[in-house]
Each structure stands twice: as C-alpha cells, then as structure tokens.
C-alpha cells in the first residue's frame, strides 16, 4: 500500500509541471527583467521552474515501477518482493538526494549562482525570483513535495522492514503454494 501510496505525489508533480510549469518559468522570466536582468539568463544556464517536460520520464517511470511493485506485492509474487528489495534502497537514496532540491528551490539556487562565477547570476535576488515563480504554482504543491520526499525516504525504508518480517516471507511463501505452475497444468 505504501508504493501505491508513492505514486500520488509523482502523479500530482507530473500534473504541475504540464499545468502551471510554463507560468512559473513566464513569471521567473518577469522578475528577472523586473530585476533589470535579461529574461533569457534562466536559459542560458539551463534554469527550469517546471516548465521543462522533458523532466516527465524520471517521475513517470517511478510511478510504473511502483504501481508493478505493488501489484506484485498485493499478489503475493515472488518477483515484487525480490524487485521491491533492488527498487527501494534506490528510491530512498534517490529522494534524499533530489527532492530536497524541490523543496529548498531558493536556498540552493543561490548558492548555484553565486557560485557560477556568473557576474550576471550573482546579481540576481533569488528569493524574489523563487517567489514569483512559486506565485504561478498551486498553494498545495510544497505539501506534495513533503509527502514525496518523507514516501520515497521513510516509506522506502518502511517497504523494506515490512518486507523483512517473519509474516512476510510467510505471505510469500504461502502464496507459492496456493498458485503451484505445475507441468501437469502447462500441458492441460
């Protein structure tokens, strides 16, 4: 239930970046010229709020992953719970990786450009332009990108212990039992 769980807030990034993702980069654009910087500037050096799907596969292939996981878990097969062990210490090293970037925007991008070596970068007011691009985007989406990050960390943590447990290996087992592929079956 905790991967199907996992797959909303990857469905609702998806939604956002195709619904609000080219007005959040529209109004980084503004606050930049708004700034007395050149609009262009975000992508010159490959600055996205969003409005870059061609970010959609990495989120889409996770929910794919995590609804056949699931899938398989709830049916007791053998080859979830194996795939689930592989998949999950990913997931969870993956989100404590990347989506603290989604939620710390303003802190990180700052010290991106300030690190650049950019003349141009260091002169921009980062908070203010994280803001207006965050203005274009839903009220909700910092509560999506909590929920991502604490599913793919503690809830891949939390797949992993309960795929750890005597009555798992036990579900598992039993599973095997009730659904024997028998040569007598495949020759019927």
Do not use: C, Y
């Amino acid at each position: 239930m905790t991967q199907l769980l996992t797959v909303l807030p990857f469905l609702l990034s998806i939604i956002v970046v195709w619904t609000f993702g080219a007005d959040a980069q529209a109004a980084a654009e503004a606050e930049l010229t708004r700034q007395g910087l050149p609009a262009s500037l975000l992508a010159e050096h490959a600055v996205s709020f969003g409005s870059n799907t061609a970010e959609t596969p990495l989120p889409a292939a996770i929910i794919a992953v995590l609804v056949v996981l699931a899938l398989l878990n709830l049916t007791g097969r053998r080859a979830g719970q194996v795939l689930s062990w592989v998949f999950h210490p990913l997931l969870a090293v993956a989100g404590a990786l990347i989506v603290p970037a989604q939620l710390f925007t303003a802190s990180l991008l700052a010290a991106s450009f300030r690190d650049s070596g950019d003349p141009m970068l260091r002169q921009v007011d980062v908070p203010k332009l994280v803001d207006a691009a965050r203005e274009a985007m839903p009220s909700w989406l910092p509560v999506v990108d909590g929920a991502k990050l604490v599913l793919t960390t503690a809830g891949s943590l939390l797949v992993i212990v309960l795929l750890a447990l005597p009555v798992s290996r036990a579900f598992f087992r039993a599973r095997r039992w009730i659904n024997p592929t028998s040569s007598s079956e495949s020759s019927a």
